[in-house]
């Protein structure tokens, strides 16, 4: 069993910058990949990026590219979102997620485990 817990959401304005975490806890030997994804209302969930631990390989919907990263901190078991040039269409609800089976994907059937989510709103 693996647990996430996302942290760091909140309102911000058009422009401005938020840094996400999610720390896992118990079983974390078994995890390959963590990612962020996010929904917003009516909306389908979009995938945001991901880093398998294993090479410290990144990947990024194209949309995003330039304005967030991902990173990780293995020794904390926790990955990070930064970020930045915010726009009121980044606002939804970020989840983390991660896999453990050797895999890395931008398919959210793709992944075992899951947070609860966090908040994350942009005015402009």
């Known amino acids: 069993q693996v647990q996430l817990v996302e942290s760091g959401g909140g309102l911000v304005q058009a422009g401005g910058s938020l840094r996400l975490s999610c720390a896992a806890s118990?079983?974390?030997?078994?995890?390959?990949?963590m990612g962020w994804f996010r929904q917003a209302p009516g909306k389908e969930r979009e995938f945001v990026a991901v880093l398998a631990w294993r090479g410290s390989s990144t990947y990024y919907a194209d949309s995003l590219k330039g304005r967030f990263t991902i990173s990780g901190d293995a020794a904390k078991n926790t990955v990070y979102l930064q970020m930045n040039s915010l726009k009121p269409e980044d606002t939804a609800v970020y989840s983390c997620?991660?896999?453990?089976?050797?895999?890395?994907?931008?398919?959210?059937?793709?992944?075992?485990?899951w947070g609860q989510g966090t908040q994350v709103t942009v005015s402009s």
């Open positions: 118990g079983r974390t030997f078994s995890v390959y990949s």
């Open positions: 997620a991660a896999t453990g089976r050797g895999r890395s994907s931008p398919d959210s059937r793709s992944y075992d485990y």
